[in-house]
């Protein structure tokens, strides 16, 4: 049978739209989220066809919202939960900011995207299970099934959210969740990071955030059908007027995607999905373009939490000459720079680049091929057994760090007004 030219034009986006909704209910089921059906909540769906009425689909949700574990151990040193991700042919610089990261004190979770080929996959998931310190103390978790994620859409938040999920299922312990890319490296040993955090309150987020959308604030094709997205004229300032699902309208921010978030605000993000996180995610899968702002519109859309942002990433990242819209790959020439903005990560780096085997040297104290060493090691230089994980030994690092933090905390309550 022969479509006419008419009826063409609506087979394709009817085709997406039910791609997108087979792809959102599959992230869900990844994420674990419907263990059991108790609730349920409609959430509003929206395709693009013009002559359709809106599709409401029903969202099954868990009910299993223990996750108001008590906050664990305030006084002792503070856990990390990594996610590591990279693309085709990123799986040795991946392995690598792998081992400069690791600590037995965290957990781990790596990722490498359909794009890159499956041998690099296999390959990824057999070192990790072949080491004989990620054997022994089980704390490094490989995504398995790959996801395909684009770097400007939707799948990157469902892809950071899975993690999440696995990160919040694995372990009951970690207090900061980081994500990570391949092209990251660390300036600091974990040791530094770990008695750096330990004085700072647990549920501290440091987010660089930004209403002002600029470039960003371009919105997708289903434009003519949103719901209402609107500037206020000078400012870029983009607010968004939900149909029915929303009592009020939310505000949209936007910012860096590198980022430390609270353990609190992950379980918010992640459980808290019958209301601002859930229906915020639908809105960036359906109508904007701006993958990057998911974190920073659902915290500072929310109350409770826009008092505990902390308005940086903690990371060093030369931007390029305007339109600034990527990162400067950083070399050799960047090295004192990198060091004196006392930041936890760097990034870009190209791979094996030399700027990072003078970090490895001067400020991780890293050998090639091995983890960076800490108080955890049984053997001092290689670092290929584990002793005391609760064994810090921080560094210079640890000051330069410990400076920055205590200089961005003081200031975060008067920066806070912007996120609101
Ligand atoms: C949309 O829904 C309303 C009420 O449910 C119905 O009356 C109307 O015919 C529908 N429109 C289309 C185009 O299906
Ligand atoms: C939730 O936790 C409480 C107290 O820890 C427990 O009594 C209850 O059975 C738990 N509920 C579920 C669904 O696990
Ligand atoms: C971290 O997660 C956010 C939200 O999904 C994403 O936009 C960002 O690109 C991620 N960053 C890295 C380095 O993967
Ligand atoms: C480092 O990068 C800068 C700017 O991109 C460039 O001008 C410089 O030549 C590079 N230095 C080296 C050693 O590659």
């Avoid at 398995?144 to 990160?167: D, E």
Wanted: proline share 6%.
């Amino acid at each position: 049978m022969a479509f006419s030219n008419s009826e063409r034009r609506w087979v394709f986006p009817l085709a997406m739209a039910s791609l997108m909704f087979i792809f959102l209910i599959a992230a869900s089921f990844n994420m674990g989220l419907l263990s059991s059906v108790r609730s349920i909540n409609s959430l509003i769906f929206s395709s693009n066809l013009p002559s359709t009425n809106e599709t409401t689909v029903s969202f099954v949700e868990s009910k299993t919202n223990n996750h108001s574990s008590p906050p664990p151990h305030v006084q002792s040193s503070p856990r990390f939960g990594y996610l590591v991700s990279g693309s085709k042919g990123d799986l040795e610089s991946l392995w690598r900011v792998l081992r400069a990261l690791y600590h037995p004190r965290n957990q781990y979770v790596v990722h490498l995207d359909l794009e890159s080929p499956a041998e690099e996959r296999i390959e990824l998931a057999k070192r990790v299970r072949e080491d004989p310190v990620f054997n022994d103390v089980g704390n490094v978790h490989m995504i398995t099934k790959a996801n395909l994620v684009t770097y400007r859409g939707p799948t990157m938040v469902a892809n950071t959210l899975h993690a999440c999920a696995i990160l919040l299922k694995k372990s009951k312990d970690w207090d900061w969740f980081i994500n990570l890319s391949a092209s990251d490296y660390p300036l600091v040993t974990q040791d530094d990071l770990i008695h750096t955090f330990t004085g700072l309150d647990r549920n501290l987020n440091f987010i660089d955030y930004t209403s002002k959308l600029g470039w960003k604030a371009e919105t997708s094709k289903a434009s003519d059908h949103r719901p209402g997205l609107y500037s206020t004229k000078k400012a870029d300032v983009f607010w968004v007027t939900p149909r029915r699902t929303m009592p009020t309208a939310f505000k949209l921010f936007t910012g860096s995607a590198w980022m430390i978030l609270s353990r609190s605000f992950v379980e918010y993000c992640i459980w808290g999905w019958d209301n601002l996180p859930r229906t915020l995610l639908m809105y960036y899968t359906n109508f904007l373009s701006t993958p990057e702002g998911y974190f920073q519109t659902v915290i500072c859309n929310t109350p409770e939490y826009s008092s505990t942002v902390v308005n940086h990433d903690l990371h060093y990242i030369s931007w390029d000459r305007p339109p600034k819209q990527h990162p400067r790959t950083l070399n050799i020439s960047d090295t004192e720079r990198m060091i004196a903005s006392g930041a936890v990560f760097a990034r870009k780096f190209k791979h094996n680049d030399l700027a990072l085997d003078k970090i490895d040297i001067e400020l991780l104290g890293r050998g090639s091929g091995d983890f960076t060493p800490g108080g955890w090691c049984a053997d001092k230089r290689k670092c290929s057994k584990v002793g005391d994980p609760s064994k810090i030994n921080p560094g210079p690092g640890a000051n330069r760090l410990q400076e920055l933090v205590s200089r961005l905390v003081s200031t975060s309550k008067v920066d806070q007004r912007k996120c609101r």
